[in-house]
């Protein structure tokens, strides 16, 4: 019997719009879009948030700073 399925479901079953995402949080932030997208994109934020290391607050934070 089964008892449990994991998958991975962003950008994989569901597509994400990263420049959505930048444009919904814009209005929070200072950065300007590519500022925003460089913090979230292109370090390890993302990965930090979506492993749990941190929590959603904390990812709010270090995204509108």
């Known amino acids: 019997m089964i008892k449990t399925v994991i998958f991975d479901f962003g950008k994989v079953i569901g597509f994400f719009d990263h420049a959505r995402t930048v444009q919904q949080l814009l209005p929070f932030t200072t950065l300007s879009p590519k500022e925003l997208h460089d913090v ?4 390890d934020l993302e990965t930090r948030y979506e492993t749990g290391r941190i929590s959603t607050d904390e990812f709010i934070n270090e995204c509108i700073r």
């Open 40 to 43: 979230y994109y292109s370090g």
